[in-house]
Each structure stands twice: as structure tokens, then as C-alpha cells.
């Protein structure tokens, strides 16, 4: 990579930051296309914030992805939101558009897209349950409402935190039906047996610690799983999938590249070479 007087900039907002695989992958979606663009790492603590958006217009950052904890935090300092955002209550992705600073959320787009091109399958029309209802768990409800699903069941252990979400988007999608349970085996076994698609948005499972209360024999061949952890890429989830003949069960990594190549179409306007980002991430 060169960098010169006419190089852009684009980065990631988070604390702690040296984990992310951002820059790996936006670098090299900038190097295939031959785009002038530079991708950087910022670490910004919690009440540098302010600052540090300011220093987007200051320094004429095309673009910045926003991660923990500041996803809904930088609400407030932004000019506009985007509808999924807006729904989400949450921002992932910062388009400087000529001084305004305009928020976008692509997890909940990323999601449906690797859903489509990794398992090949619709929301739309499909009964949906999602176990988790934080930050993850809220963006991937509304995309699904915004998708059409026709019922979408959200299993939480904090069952208050899903009555809530469930009452909110009941609000936004009076067509889409929304219950809330509790993460209990029999209360979830009773929902995966008239379910279309579970999905994982727990941390449970991450680095194979923790598991869903759900077993092999729970699962059906037909059900489409998705799991959002993609550390390990076999999560415990899949590994009972697999062992159960289910044909379509995927990780997150999809997902976590499909964000990625969103936001830089929303930076470059360029489409994003989506098998080079997901190479850089592998
Ligand atoms: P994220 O942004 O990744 O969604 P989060 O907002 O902290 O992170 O949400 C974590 C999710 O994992 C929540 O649904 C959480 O359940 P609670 O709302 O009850 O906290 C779930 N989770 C985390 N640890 C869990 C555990 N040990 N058992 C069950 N659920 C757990």
C-alpha cells in the first residue's frame, strides 16, 4: 500500500480496538480495486468520543466503522440515521458526506445477506427464532421484521430485555407477530419444532465457552441454523447441527464480512470484491 497527498481515509472507532480484523479486510478490498483509500485502527476511549467524531470532519475522514461500546453512544453526535439505524438504535458505520456525519447499521443488512448467499435462504415469510436480545440480538430482529419474516420469537435469559424488544417491534411491524421466552430447554424445544430459522445472537459458544440449552435430538434436518459466533468457526451449536443431519447451519463470519463489504460500497460507491475480503479474513 502507498500512501500519498491523495490518499483517503477511512477507519474503525472502538475500545479496546487491537482485535478487530477491519483493516485486514477493507485494505484489501482497497488494494484488488486499486482505490486510493487507507483503512486505520483508532482506539478512542469511551470519553474521547466527542472528540474524536469531531476529528472526522476536522480531518476529513471519508468513513469510519463503530464498534464496542460506542455503537449507540455516537447516536447523539450525528447528523442523520439511516431507517435500520434509526430501528436499531445503533450505529456500525459513519458516512462523512460533505461535513454531515450520516449513521448507517449494516450488521442487520450483513446478516440477511449471508443468510441469502451462505445458506440460501429468505426471511421472508419464515418463522424466526432468535435466541438473544442484546445489541446483536436487536439488530438482527429488526432486520428480519424489515425482511417480512411472518413471526419472530425472541428467547432471552433476562426475559424482561425481550418483552421489551418484543413490544417494541410489535410497535414498528403491527403484521409481524413477536413473542418473548425465556431461554429454558422446554420453552425453546417448543419453539424450534415450529420454527423455520434459530438463530444464535448470544455470546454463548464464543470460544466454545458456554452452551444454548439445546441438544442434538432437539433439531431437524430442514431447520436453517445461524450462529453469529464465529470464533471457533465450528461453534458448539453447529458442531450439534452437523450431528444432527441439519443441511443448513453457518457461523458469523459471513456476516461479520457482509458488514464490512456494505460499508464500503457506502464509503467508495464502489461494488465491495467480496471473496477478497473474506480471504483477507480467513
Ligand atoms: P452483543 O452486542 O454481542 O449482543 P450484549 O448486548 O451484551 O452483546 O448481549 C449479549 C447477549 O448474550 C444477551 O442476550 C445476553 O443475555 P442477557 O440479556 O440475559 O444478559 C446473552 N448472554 C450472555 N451470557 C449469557 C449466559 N451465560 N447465558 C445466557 N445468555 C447469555
Request: hydrophobic share 45%.
Amino acid at each position: 500500500m502507498k500512501i500519498t497527498g491523495k490518499t483517503k481515509i477511512v477507519g474503525i472507532f472502538g475500545y479496546p480496538i487491537e482485535h478487530t480484523f477491519s483493516p485486514l479486510m477493507h485494505n484489501a478490498a482497497f488494494s484488488a480495486l486499486g482505490l486510493d483509500y487507507c483503512y486505520i485502527p483508532f482506539e478512542v476511549r469511551p470519553e474521547d468520543l466527542k472528540s474524536a467524531l469531531e476529528s472526522i470532519r476536522a480531518l476529513n475522514i471519508r468513513g469510519v466503522n463503530i464498534t464496542v461500546p460506542h455503537k449507540e453512544a455516537v447516536i447523539k453526535y450525528l447528523d442523520g440515521l439511516s431507517k435500520e439505524a434509526k430501528l436499531i438504535g445503533a450505529v456500525n458505520t459513519i458516512e462523512n458526506r460533505n461535513g454531515r456525519l450520516i449513521g448507517h447499521n449494516t450488521d442487520g443488512r450483513g446478516f440477511i445477506k449471508s443468510l441469502l448467499e451462505d445458506a440460501k435462504t429468505k426471511v421472508k415469510g419464515k418463522s424466526v427464532l432468535l435466541i438473544g436480545a442484546g445489541g446483536a440480538g436487536k439488530g438482527v430482529a429488526v432486520s428480519c421484521a424489515l425482511e417480512g419474516a411472518s413471526e419472530v420469537v425472541i428467547a432471552n435469559r433476562t426475559i424482561k430485555k425481550a418483552e421489551e424488544l418484543a413490544k417494541y417491534l410489535s410497535r414498528h411491524f403491527k403484521k409481524i407477530k413477536f413473542f418473548a421466552i425465556p431461554l429454558e430447554k422446554h420453552k425453546i424445544l417448543n419453539a424450534i419444532v415450529k420454527t423455520d430459522i434459530l438463530i444464535n445472537a448470544t455470546s454463548l459458544g464464543l470460544q466454545g465457552k458456554g452452551l444454548l440449552p439445546i441438544s442434538q435430538k432437539d433439531l431437524h434436518r430442514d431447520l436453517v441454523i445461524y450462529d453469529l459466533i464465529y470464533n471457533p468457526q465450528i461453534t458448539p451449536l453447529l458442531k450439534i447441527a452437523r450431528r444432527a443431519g441439519v443441511k443448513k447451519a453457518v457461523n458469523g463470519l459471513g456476516m461479520l464480512i457482509h458488514q464490512g463489504a456494505i460499508a464500503f460500497q457506502i464509503w467508495t460507491g464502489k461494488k465491495p470484491p467480496v471473496d477478497v475480503m473474506k480471504k483477507a479474513v480467513l
